[in-house]
């Protein structure tokens, strides 16, 4: 019998986390900003401009300088400022200018007043000098962003808001990672591909290579679908080896295992280097880890379940920091109460399937989405979050505090 340690669920991520920041990916591409939505970017961002690039008003009204508010509350209105205009105004002294919304502001001036605080009479504008404060209503350069400040971090992903960011700065384009080559297949003379007949009555269909394919391609991979192959250790090396040769990252689902017909890790030992091949994780807690040749290597284990929860848990960190993601080892979770009694058995860390929702007195609370079994893919229809069991913890009644892990957009 195997007795290799299960490793903590920390150790095998600090593991996974180290692997992935020194691929050194290094595929990349020039693309329009319209097209790099989702993409990884290949070079840290450092502003070309400060923004503001020029001190302008944030509101419509007038703008005035500190001596004149100073001597009266009442000043003629000399002139107009609009949005895009160039010319240095004229403003004579003891008078204001009409300013608008994200006009230029002029070189001495104290605040711009909006103009629902002033009363119009013959030209002039009437105000409480007590009211204005200093650079009231005045953006001033770089105070959203100074020129050569870091804006964005190689290895972010580009979405919608820092792009908006890049095109405050009117930068056009961008230089992302191409997508990460991922070879993919599932084992097991039971399955049947989606779309087909069933081959017997004893044949499932092959959900997992699906679900698998959807994350991946979800997270900005080039997905190699290599099918099902029959739980045949010549055919699995044969694949392996094929799949190494045109992936950065190979992918399995299923033969994990220690029954009869669970090749997958005894094909690695032959083809390749195993890192680890036990965590104490629940589900999950067959996953191997390891190269082949110059490619990574995830083996997941078959129940559908545990092939999901492995993947977010450990195979989407992996992907994320070969694109060069920086990703801390701990991930965002907190503290609830659970409304409903949960099965726990000491010995694994559990990632079981909850609902957060807000209860009638504005609380946070998490309840079960029912059975757990890594065969109960329903456990995830309703879910919103992974409520994570310490590892030595036993059944949890409810009532007691949990941690949750709201999930990220991968499975929301
Ligand atoms: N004696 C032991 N038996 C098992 C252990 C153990 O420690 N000792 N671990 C169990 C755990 S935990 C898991 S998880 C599974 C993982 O096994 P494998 O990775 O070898 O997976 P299979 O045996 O091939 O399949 C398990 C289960 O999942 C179904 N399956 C397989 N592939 C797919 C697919 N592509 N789509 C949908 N469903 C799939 C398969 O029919 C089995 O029912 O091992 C336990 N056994
Ligand atoms: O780890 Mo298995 O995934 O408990 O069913």
């Given at each position: 019998m195997n007795k290799s340690p299960l490793l903590t669920f920390q150790q095998a991520k600090e593991l996974i986390l180290t692997t992935g920041n020194a691929f050194n990916y290094d595929q990349c591409k020039t693309v329009s900003l319209m097209e790099s939505i989702d993409c990884y970017l290949a070079e840290s961002i450092y502003s070309?401009?400060?923004?503001?690039s020029f001190n302008n008003s944030a509101m419509d009204g007038y703008v005035i300088r500190q001596q004149d508010i100073e001597n009266f509350s009442t000043l003629p209105i000399a002139g107009s400022i609009f949005a895009g205009d160039n010319d240095e105004i004229t403003w004579p002294k003891g008078s204001c200018l009409r300013i608008m919304t994200g006009a230029y502001v002029p070189q001495d001036a104290y605040a711009v007043i909006m103009q629902e605080k002033v009363t119009i009479q013959n030209n002039c504008i009437t105000f409480d000098q007590q009211q204005i404060k200093k650079g009231q209503n005045i953006r001033y350069i770089g105070e959203n962003i100074n020129k050569g400040d870091k804006v964005l971090t190689k290895g972010e992903r580009l979405t919608i808001g820092k792009l908006a960011t890049l095109a405050t700065l009117g930068i056009e384009q961008v230089k992302i990672y191409k997508p990460i080559k991922v070879a993919l297949f599932s084992t097991g003379n039971e399955l049947t591909s989606i779309g087909?007949?069933?081959?017997?009555?004893n044949h499932i269909y092959d959900s997992n290579r699906f679900t698998l394919h959807l994350m991946l391609k979800t997270l900005g991979c080039e997905v190699i679908d290599l099918g099902i192959i029959k739980d045949d250790l010549t055919l699995i090396k044969q694949t392996l080896q094929k799949a190494s040769e045109e992936a950065d990252l190979v992918i399995t689902s299923g033969?994990?295992?220690?029954?009869?017909?669970?090749?997958v890790k005894q094909a690695l030992e032959q083809l390749g280097h195993i890192n680890?091949?036990?965590?104490?994780?629940?589900?999950?807690?067959p996953f191997a880890f390891g190269r082949l040749g110059q490619s990574l290597f995830c083996g997941l284990p078959g129940n559908p379940v545990s092939s999901l929860v492995t993947f977010y848990q450990l195979v989407q960190p992996l992907i994320l920091t070969m694109f060069s993601q920086k990703i801390a080892p701990n991930s965002l979770t907190f503290k609830v109460k659970t409304t409903s009694n949960l099965t726990k058995t000491p010995g694994r860390l559990d990632f079981q399937r909850g609902y957060l929702y807000s209860n009638k007195n504005g609380e946070l609370v998490v309840t079960s989405t029912g059975q757990q079994g890594s065969?109960?893919?329903?456990?995830?229809?309703?879910?919103?979050c992974f409520i994570l069991l310490e590892k030595d913890r036993g059944d949890v009644l409810a009532g007691e505090w949990v941690i949750v892990e709201p999930f990220n957009k991968l499975l929301s």
């Open positions: 070309p401009l400060s923004i503001p087909e007949d069933l081959k017997s009555n033969g994990v295992s220690v029954g009869d017909a669970d090749y680890f091949w036990k965590i104490a994780i629940k589900p999950g807690k065969h109960i893919t329903s456990s995830f229809d309703r879910a919103n």
